[in-house]
Nanobody, 122 residues
Framework: QLQLVESGGGLVQAGGSLRLSCAAS????????MGWFRQAPGKEREFVAT????????AYASSVKGRFTISRDNAKNTVYLQMNSLKPEDTAVYYC???????????????WGQGTQVTVAS
C-alpha cells in the first residue's frame, strides 16, 4: 500500500498563492506517477495536474495552466502543487493520487490521499 497525506490547504484571498504538499509512504515513491485532482461542492472530481515518475513530464488542466505548477522531490517522497493567481473558482478539496503512469483520468489512479481544503475568497 502507498499512503498519501496532503497538507498546505487553507483560506487565501483571490490573487494569492498556496503550495500544497503530498507526502508518500509505504512503497517506492519514485515508482509512481502522481496527480492532483480537485472536487468542488456539488461538482465531479476533476483533473488538475500530473507528473511522471522522474518529474520529466507534466500536464495541466487548461483552467490552471500557467498558474499552477506540479513538481516532485523523490528524495523526500513528496509531490507539490504550487498555486499562484488563485481565483474563487479554484475553491475545492484538493487530492493527490498515485498511479503507475501519468494520467488525466481519476479512475486510473490506485492510491488517494484524504484531501486538503482550499478556499479562495473574492
Amino acid at each position: 500500500q502507498l499512503q498519501l497525506v496532503e497538507s498546505g490547504g487553507g483560506l487565501v484571498q483571490a490573487g494569492g498563492s498556496l503550495r500544497l504538499s503530498c507526502a508518500a509512504s509505504g512503497r517506492t515513491f519514485s515508482s509512481y506517477a502522481m496527480g492532483w485532482f480537485r472536487q468542488a461542492p456539488g461538482k465531479e472530481r476533476e483533473f488538475v495536474a500530473t507528473i511522471s515518475r522522474t518529474g520529466g513530464s507534466t500536464a495541466y488542466a487548461s483552467s490552471v495552466k500557467g498558474r499552477f505548477t506540479i513538481s516532485r522531490d523523490n528524495a523526500k517522497n513528496t509531490v507539490y502543487l504550487q498555486m499562484n493567481s488563485l481565483k474563487p473558482e479554484d475553491t475545492a478539496v484538493y487530492y493527490c493520487a498515485a498511479e503507475q503512469h501519468a494520467s488525466v483520468y481519476s479512475y486510473e489512479y490506485d492510491y488517494w490521499g484524504q484531501g486538503t481544503q482550499v478556499t479562495v475568497a473574492s
